[in-house]
């Protein structure tokens, strides 16, 4: 297990090759569903998130998408044709909002990412992503927020 420093530094580190980006995001979030959907109360968690999130992180060339159905959590690389609604990041600010250095709400409100789609499922897309991401930080020894 890494603690806050080390895992911050890692992703920080993987900045300037779109290819060791994408790869070490995947690796997280690969492990961060695994971890939901193997745990009784974090599955527990998903209860009213239902849906098709896709999010896009621009200057990396890197899609991916969950899907929430019957307390299960899905994801997947590449761009899902059903997504109801639709993230647009660059890596940085992707990166300083999964580290919850900085919140997706107020980067939007200030136009700095783009959204596509309906809202009320944006909404569960920020409370979602906020949760999920909440919980690796939390395994990984960063419960400080």
């Known amino acids: 297990m890494m603690n806050k420093n080390t895992f911050n530094s890692v992703l920080k580190g993987v900045l300037e090759d ?6 070490v995001i995947d ?14 109360e974090l599955k527990e968690e998903l209860i009213g ?4 999130y896709q999010t896009y992180i621009e200057d990396a060339n890197l899609n991916y998408w969950f899907k929430v159905s019957e307390n299960q959590l899905e994801y997947q690389t590449g761009e899902h044709p059903e997504a109801p609604f639709k993230c647009y990041f660059k890596k940085q600010l992707f990166l300083k909002i999964m580290m919850r250095e900085l919140s997706g709400t107020e980067e939007f409100l200030k136009g700095r990412l783009r959204v596509d789609g309906d809202l009320s499922q944006g909404l569960k897309y920020v409370k979602f992503h906020r949760l999920f991401f909440q919980y690796i930080q939390a395994k990984n020894g960063n419960n400080n927020h």
């Open 18 to 23: 779109n290819e060791k980006f994408a790869s």
């Open 27 to 40: 690796r997280i979030i690969k492990a961060g569903v695994k971890l939901i959907n193997s745990t009784e």
């Open 49 to 52: 998130f239902e849906g098709i």
